[in-house]
């Protein structure tokens, strides 16, 4: 679907307040700095259609939308945001850093709800549609414990989302399905130890974004 790539496509990933926006912005002012163009986005969203989407899918009750409508949804916002955004950025030599990506439909709708998950077919077949065979270069996976990231959500003070106020059970499968995400594609994934100082943090993103496309 796309065939002159020319950008780096980075995507950050990981539970619920692991600090994904904070290193995005981070990392995208380094780029800035050293005089490398990139955009940052976000999924949810990214285009007009993918916002209005974004809003359809984070806002009123947890129960509102049953997972496979998730997922249909997840993956329409996607498909707008591959072809509107991310694609032509790509090709005009941008990076582009995206806040979460497909990993995310894996771990929240394809392990996060136990019983009521969405086999992995049925989103591999849902990306296959809505991307085609498309990866990001490189996903960074914060880690850290449920208990920590979901105080730092809460310490931020503002309204929480549909997928903030589930069961603490909720959280622990979501961490663990990142884990295994990122064993499962290690020349895709890096997982990295979120609870350290932001600084630290940052500094190990870049080194690593060095090593690989610098
Ligand atoms: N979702 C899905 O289910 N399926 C999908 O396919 C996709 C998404 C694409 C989007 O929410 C929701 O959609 C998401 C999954 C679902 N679930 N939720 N919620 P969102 O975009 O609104 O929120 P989020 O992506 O989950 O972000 P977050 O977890 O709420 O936060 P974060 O970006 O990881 O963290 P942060 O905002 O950078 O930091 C949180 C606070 O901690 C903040 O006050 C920081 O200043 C502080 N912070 C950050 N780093 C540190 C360190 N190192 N030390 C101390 N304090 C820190």
Redesign the pocket.
């Known amino acids: 679907m796309i065939n002159n790539k020319k950008g780096f496509f980075i995507t950050f990933e990981?539970?619920?307040?692991?600090?994904?926006?904070?290193?995005i912005k981070m990392l995208h002012e380094y780029l800035s700095n050293e005089g490398i163009a990139s955009i940052l986005t976000?999924?949810?969203g990214g285009t007009k259609g993918g916002e209005a989407i974004r809003e359809l899918?984070?806002t009123g009750e947890g129960d509102k939308w049953d997972p496979v409508s998730?997922v249909l949804l997840?993956s329409a916002a996607r498909r707008e945001h591959i072809l509107k955004e991310i694609f032509p950025a790509l090709s005009r030599g941008q990076w582009v850093l995206c806040?979460?990506?497909?990993d995310?439909?894996v771990a929240?709708?394809g392990y996060a709800y136990g019983s009521k998950s969405v086999s992995l077919e049925e989103i591999d077949i849902l990306y296959r549609i809505s991307v085609g065979n498309f990866y990001p270069d490189l996903t960074i996976v914060?880690d850290i414990p449920v208990e920590e990231?979901l105080s730092?959500?809460k310490?931020?003070n503002e309204a929480i989302?549909r997928?903030?106020a589930k069961e603490i059970e909720f959280y622990e499968k979501l961490r663990s399905a990142y884990i295994s995400i990122s064993k499962s594609n290690p020349d895709r994934c890096v997982l990295i130890d979120?609870l350290?100082?932001?600084e630290e943090?940052n500094s190990e993103i870049i080194s690593l974004v060095k090593r690989r496309f610098c």
């Not at 990981?14 to 290193?23: D, F, L, R």
């Not at 806040?99 to 497909?102: A, H, L, N």
């Open positions: 990981g539970g619920e307040g692991a600090g994904k926006s904070t290193q976000r999924e949810p899918l984070l998730e997840f806040d979460r990506f497909s995310s439909t929240y709708q914060l990231g730092r959500v310490g931020r989302n997928f903030e979120a350290r100082s932001k943090i």
